[in-house]
Nanobody
Framework: QVQLVESGGGFGQAGGSLRLSCAAS????????MAWFRQAPGKEREFVAG????????SYSDSVKGRFTISRDNAKNTVYLQMNNLKPEDTAVYYC?????????????????WGQGTQVTVSS
């Protein structure tokens, strides 16, 4: 497994931007497909975005497509989530996840490594 630590959460305003980072340590970062999930109070954890280990193919949920961008820097063992045009409904705890697969699963149970989460709060 790989150890994951998120950072960059905080408060934002509707229409504004935030960038989340997830630093990984452990075995070779480049073999891991990385993803961001989020969980709002009283709701299930949901897929936000993912980037594959090979080819860097990206996948997004419909709710963030066109506003959020996931990217990875294998030299820095880090994955990023650039969040633009924030909405109050983006408020949640955001989690970084990793698994050694070549596709981008969208189900939390498919990932075997998780970070501790970082809170994002968007005000209207």
């Amino acid at each position: 497994q790989v150890q994951l630590v998120e950072s960059g959460g905080g408060f934002g305003q509707a229409g504004g931007s935030l960038r989340l980072s997830c630093a990984a340590s452990g075995p070779t970062f480049s073999i891991y497909t990385m993803a961001w999930f989020r969980q709002a109070p009283g709701k299930e954890r949901e897929f936000v975005a993912g980037i594959s280990s090979i080819g860097g193919r990206t996948s997004y949920s419909d709710s963030v497509k066109g506003r959020f961008t996931i990217s990875r820097d294998n030299a820095k063992n880090t994955v990023y989530l650039q969040m633009n045009n924030l909405k109050p409904e983006d408020t949640a705890v955001y989690y970084c996840a990793a698994d050694s697969v070549v596709v981008v699963p969208t189900v939390p149970s498919e990932y075997n490594s998780w970070g501790q989460g970082t809170q994002v709060t968007v005000s209207s």
